[in-house]
């Protein structure tokens, strides 16, 4: 396998490279010469690709999608959550009852 030309742009006339960076501190901007496109990659990792000329729609996007996928995993812990509470309420009644089964067990053979 290949290495791809890739080269990291750090300063650019629009600032755009600092603007990313506003977004997340990890993201980086970089242009890939083998597929003639820019990419925000971190940690290595793209993030997105972009085709267009550098704009600051590039940085509009980044936000758009770096927030939408916050508030996706706010959800997604939330309903973990409730779940996860769901669940012990179950069990904590499924005790409950086997107790005053077994309870209630002893007393009718108690009499």
């Not at 990659?41 to 793209?46: F, H, L, T, Y």
């Not at 758009?64 to 309903?79: A, F, K, P, S, Y």
């Amino acid at each position: 396998m290949r290495k791809e030309h890739v080269r990291e742009i750090t300063r650019d006339v629009f600032d755009l490279a600092d603007r990313i960076r506003e977004v997340d501190d990890e993201y980086r901007l970089y242009y890939n010469f083998d597929h003639e496109r820019y990419e925000v990659r971190k940690r290595g990792e793209i993030a997105i690709t972009w085709t267009e000329p550098l704009s600051a729609a590039l940085v509009v996007k980044l936000r758009e999608t770096h927030v939408r996928r916050r508030n996706e995993l706010l959800r997604e812990i939330e309903r973990a959550e409730a779940q996860a509470k769901r669940d012990a309420e179950y069990r904590a009644k499924e005790r409950i009852g086997e107790s005053i089964e077994g309870y209630m067990s002893a007393a009718w053979r108690k009499s």
